[in-house]
């Protein structure tokens, strides 16, 4: 049979770091950074004796992130102690949470721009949102450095509040998990519950897939790749296992439940052990740590919903008047969607700040290597120079000399605008109709085809009229006399 012949069955597993000040269980501090094993206590290292302490933000955080996500979260939710050995737990168990979670249910939307760019055009699930099983709260292990003949481990991610995110096995694709992880990202940035970002390990998953064939309605026996740590890897990981399962099934083999890993270097899935079930861990309740109920915590977290990803898209549409694609660019981060509500607020054309956000300032930010939050350029000065432009003061060109300088020096657009001794563009309709007669009589294709109602020609026409008046001819006003002397 052919690869087609077969699908995939993918459900994800995504452990995020809560972004609380302290550890799930103890009070040491939280931070990405500092030197090796300098931010540990008993608690945290597993010291017999040493008893943990609930850390209730972490906790709120993530019954926060179950009301974001459309999730339920029953009244009583308690915790287990998940036992296994690793190197990395030295107390040789888990605190985390089995039977009673803080959250069930729920799903993650997919947003269209989530999505790697080469498929954004041709989605096959457009709207799509991921079902969700649980999310439940436990503590990080200990980071692992694996030498030639050697293993050094550091104990300050140890006991870090660990939100485990698990999907119902419905992403249908590599490229699915990669808007599925996207998607989840920019949510959980929008709450601030985490920066979740993959290269610092604040946000990783395990993946699980298994292959059938059409017509079947049974599962395959499903892979765990373990430790992915970014979007990318996961659809490439993804896209290798799948074509290897079927490859194996084809030749007769049979798929065991086992857990494997990615190795980037050799672009190639390898097997580590096989997998555990919920069983060999013999989970158990913790018997030092009370159960939560958690109605008051649910009323208290209410409140601190934001407004998410799709429906801040949705208002810009609506306040704005901008189209559903630039809303869904503006609102893909939080800190891009501030910056331009900001920028947009009062000013003469939204649209065309939304324009200028888009087209020039993620372009030079992109190229500086620049994060919207350390944009160099107030929305207040972007916004000033769009209403400066839109007032016919400057030219639209002068005015991307004017946006580089503001860029690089700070200066505010008036004060550029004098430094360069740029005067406001030719509005003198006698002046212009007369370049307008000019472009007319020497272009007759394009003047039919805006008689034929090719409005889009008009810009051709316009083009040619700034090069006859050396870029000094306001556009506005010639596209409006063209519109008006070709269609009425």
Same mark, same amino acid.
């Given at each position: 049979?052919?690869? /087609?012949?077969?699908?995939? #069955?993918?459900?994800?597993?995504?452990?995020?770091?809560?972004?609380?000040?302290?550890?799930?269980?103890?009070?040491?501090?939280?931070?990405?950074?500092?030197?090796?094993?300098?931010?540990?206590?008993?608690?945290?290292?597993?010291?017999?004796?040493?008893?943990?302490?609930?850390?209730?933000?972490?906790?709120?955080?993530?019954?926060?992130?179950?009301?974001?996500?459309?999730?339920?979260?029953?009244?009583?939710?308690?915790?287990?102690?998940?036992?296994?050995?690793?190197? =990395?737990?030295?107390?040789?168990?888990?605190?985390?949470?089995?039977?009673?979670? +803080?959250?069930?249910?729920?799903?993650?939307?997919?947003?269209? +721009?989530?999505?790697?760019? =080469?498929?954004?055009?041709?989605?096959?699930?457009?709207?799509?949102?991921?079902?969700?099983?649980?999310?439940?709260?436990?503590?990080?292990?200990?980071?692992?450095?694996?030498?030639?003949?050697?293993?050094?481990?550091?104990?300050?991610?140890?006991?870090?509040?660990?939100?485990?995110?698990?999907? /119902?096995?419905?992403?249908?694709?590599?490229?699915?998990?990669?808007?599925?992880?996207?998607?989840?990202?920019?949510?959980?940035?929008?709450?601030?519950?985490?920066?979740?970002?993959?290269?610092?390990?604040?946000?990783?998953?395990?993946?699980?897939?298994?292959?059938?064939?059409?017509?079947?309605?049974?599962?395959?026996?499903?892979?765990?790749?373990?430790?992915?740590?970014?979007?990318?890897?996961?659809?490439?990981?993804?896209?290798?296992?799948?074509?290897?399962?079927?490859?194996?099934?084809?030749?007769?083999?049979?798929?065991?439940?086992?857990?494997?890993?990615?190795?980037?270097?050799?672009?190639?899935?390898?097997?580590?052990?096989?997998?555990?079930?919920?069983?060999?861990?013999?989970?158990?309740?913790?018997?030092?740590?009370?159960?939560?109920?958690?109605?008051?915590?649910?009323?208290?977290?209410?409140?601190?919903?934001?407004?998410?990803?799709?429906?801040?898209?949705?208002?810009?549409?609506?306040?704005?008047?901008?189209?559903?694609?630039?809303?869904?660019?503006?609102?893909?981060?939080?800190?891009?969607?501030?910056?331009?509500?900001?920028?947009?607020?009062?000013?003469?054309?939204?649209?065309?700040?939304?324009?200028?956000?888009?087209?020039?300032?993620?372009?030079?930010?992109?190229?500086?290597?620049?994060?919207?939050?350390?944009?160099?350029?107030?929305?207040?000065?972007?916004?000033? +120079?769009? =209403? #400066?432009?839109?007032?016919?003061?400057?030219?639209?060109?002068?005015?991307?000399?004017?946006?580089?300088?503001?860029?690089? #020096?700070?200066?505010?657009?008036?004060?550029?605008?004098? /430094?360069?001794?740029?005067?406001?563009?030719?509005?003198?309709?006698?002046?212009?109709?007369?370049?307008?007669?000019?472009?007319?009589?020497?272009?007759?294709?394009?003047?039919?085809?805006?008689?034929?109602?090719?409005?889009?020609?008009?810009?051709?026409?316009?083009?040619?009229?700034?090069?006859?008046?050396?870029?000094?001819?306001?556009?506005?006003?010639?596209?409006?006399?063209? /519109?008006?002397?070709?269609?009425?």
């Amino acid at each position: 049979m052919a690869r /087609e012949d077969y699908y995939a #069955t993918i459900g994800l597993e995504v452990h995020v770091q809560l972004k609380t000040k302290s550890k799930m269980f103890c009070g040491c501090k939280v931070g990405f950074g500092a030197d090796p094993n300098s931010q540990t206590c008993p608690v945290c290292l597993g010291m017999p004796g040493a008893l943990p302490v609930l850390n209730q933000g972490a906790i709120e955080r993530t019954v926060l992130a179950g009301l974001m996500l459309g999730c339920k979260t029953p009244p009583i939710s308690k915790w287990d102690r998940k036992n296994y050995y690793y190197p =990395d737990m030295p107390k040789n168990y888990q605190i985390s949470q089995f039977d009673l979670p +803080l959250c069930i249910g729920g799903g993650v939307p997919l947003y269209d +721009l989530a999505y790697p760019k =080469d498929v954004q055009k041709s989605i096959p699930n457009p709207g799509k949102v991921v079902e969700l099983t649980r999310i439940h709260l436990e503590e990080d292990v200990a980071k692992s450095t694996h030498h030639a003949s050697s293993s050094s481990i550091d104990f300050n991610r140890a006991g870090t509040p660990l939100m485990e995110i698990v999907s /119902e096995p419905n992403i249908d694709s590599p490229e699915e998990a990669f808007a599925y992880l996207n998607s989840l990202r920019q949510i959980l940035v929008y709450g601030n519950l985490s920066d979740a970002d993959m290269e610092k390990g604040q946000m990783r998953c395990d993946v699980n897939v298994s292959v059938r064939k059409h017509g079947e309605k049974e599962m395959g026996t499903k892979i765990e790749l373990k430790n992915m740590n970014s979007m990318t890897n996961v659809r490439r990981a993804l896209k290798y296992e799948i074509a290897r399962q079927i490859d194996f099934v084809e030749s007769g083999g049979t798929i065991d439940q086992a857990t494997w890993r990615w190795d980037d270097g050799l672009e190639e899935t390898q097997m580590m052990r096989s997998k555990e079930n919920a069983h060999d861990y013999r989970y158990f309740p913790d018997p030092d740590l009370l159960p939560v109920e958690t109605a008051d915590i649910i009323a208290r977290m209410r409140e601190h919903v934001p407004e998410l990803p799709h429906e801040k898209r949705e208002r810009f549409v609506g306040s704005y008047k901008i189209s559903d694609y630039d809303a869904s660019v503006l609102a893909s981060e939080r800190a891009l969607a501030d910056y331009y509500e900001q920028a947009a607020e009062g000013s003469k054309s939204p649209k065309k700040v939304a324009n200028w956000v888009i087209n020039n300032l993620l372009s030079v930010l992109n190229e500086a290597d620049t994060p919207i939050s350390d944009c160099p350029l107030p929305a207040s000065a972007l916004k000033e +120079l769009v =209403d #400066t432009i839109e007032a016919g003061e400057i030219s639209n060109n002068q005015g991307k000399e004017v946006f580089t300088d503001m860029f690089a #020096t700070g200066k505010g657009a008036a004060e550029i605008i004098k /430094e360069k001794g740029f005067e406001p563009p030719m509005n003198d309709t006698s002046a212009l109709d007369a370049f307008i007669d000019q472009v007319i009589t020497d272009n007759p294709k394009p003047v039919e085809d805006v008689k034929g109602g090719n409005v889009k020609s008009i810009n051709f026409l316009t083009g040619q009229v700034m090069k006859l008046s050396r870029g000094k001819a306001n556009p506005k006003v010639v596209s409006d006399l063209i /519109e008006k002397r070709l269609i009425g």
